[in-house]
């Protein structure tokens, strides 16, 4: 049973930092791209940050660019998202996500295989 499991949500003030982990298993993770993505309620959910299966592209949404970082861990099964520099509008339930290929769907939150529950990062003013 595959199983994506995101730690590491909070309050945390604005200007602040948070790291979001993801522990996966049950799957063969070093031959899937991740992708982590975002929703507040009532809102489309949102396509944040993607990894190729080596770590060695990454993507970001424009909103993120130069201020959160994601990276993995193949050895661990584990996929990393670094904030920085947090806004309140970075409010939001953040997921992890594995996909076989990264396209332009990944960027519209569609084409993952598996997802996680999610963790709630809220930032305060």
């Known amino acids: 049973q595959v199983q994506l499991v995101e730690s590491g949500g909070g309050l945390v003030q604005a200007g602040g930092s948070v790291r979001l982990s993801c522990a996966a298993s049950?799957?063969?993770?070093?031959?899937?791209?991740m992708v982590w993505l975002r929703q507040v309620p009532g809102k489309e959910r949102e396509f944040v940050a993607a990894?190729?299966?080596?770590?060695?592209?990454?993507f970001y949404s424009d909103s993120v660019k130069g201020r959160f970082t994601i990276s993995r861990d193949n050895n661990r099964n584990t996929v990393n998202l670094e904030m920085s520099t947090l806004k309140p509008e970075d409010t939001a339930v953040y997921y992890c996500a594995a996909t076989k290929s990264i396209s332009t769907e990944t960027q519209q939150g569609r084409g993952m295989s598996y997802w996680g529950k999610g963790t709630l990062v809220t930032v305060s003013l």
């Open positions: 049950g799957l063969p993770f070093s031959t899937y791209s």
């Open positions: 990894i190729s299966w080596s770590g060695r592209t990454t």
